[in-house]
């Protein structure tokens, strides 16, 4: 394991220390957690698996404006 160094803010590091508090946590642990979320969250294989689970989510719709009026309005500009 390394350790890296990051700053924060002293809103943050107040925020930090209280929930470390709260949850009887080691603040780096809750960091650490911190850190591999937002890795997880960001991951290309994450992402194309969102893509696909939201495929059709605009099927049968008749609310939304057709594409071709979309397109006039872009060329407006």
């Known amino acids: ?16 220390s209280e929930l470390a508090d709260q949850t009887g946590r080691r603040r780096e642990d809750l960091l650490r957690e911190a850190v591999e979320q937002f890795i997880s969250r960001h991951k290309a294989a994450d992402r194309l698996q969102l ?8 099927k049968g719709r008749d609310d939304l404006p057709s594409l071709e009026s979309l397109r006039a309005e872009m060329d407006r500009g």
Request: a positive charge.
């Open 51 to 58: 893509l696909r689970r939201g495929r059709g989510l605009w």
């Open 1 to 16: 394991m390394t350790v890296a160094q990051i700053p924060l803010t002293e809103a943050a590091d107040r925020a930090l």
